[in-house]
């Protein structure tokens, strides 16, 4: 298995990765949100259909 920052072996005492450095650098990823997960867009309705819907809501 190979440290996913560097490439190199890993290291069991800081496995998956190599060094602590390359633990601190993936961490620093995680805490600055640069590692992120697509979303799919929410089908919402735009802002016409919106103001539609309050105006039949105060017709009834």
Do not use: Q, V
Not at 32 to 57: V, W
Request: hydrophobic content about 25%; aromatic content about 6%.
């Amino acid at each position: 298995m190979s440290c996913p920052i560097c490439k190199k072996d890993t290291d069991p005492k800081y496995k998956p990765f190599c060094s602590k450095r390359c633990a601190d650098l993936d961490l620093g990823k995680w805490l600055n949100e640069s590692y992120t997960i697509p979303a799919e867009e929410e089908d919402l309705p735009d802002e016409e259909e919106l103001a539609r819907a309050e105006a039949d809501e105060t017709r009834h």
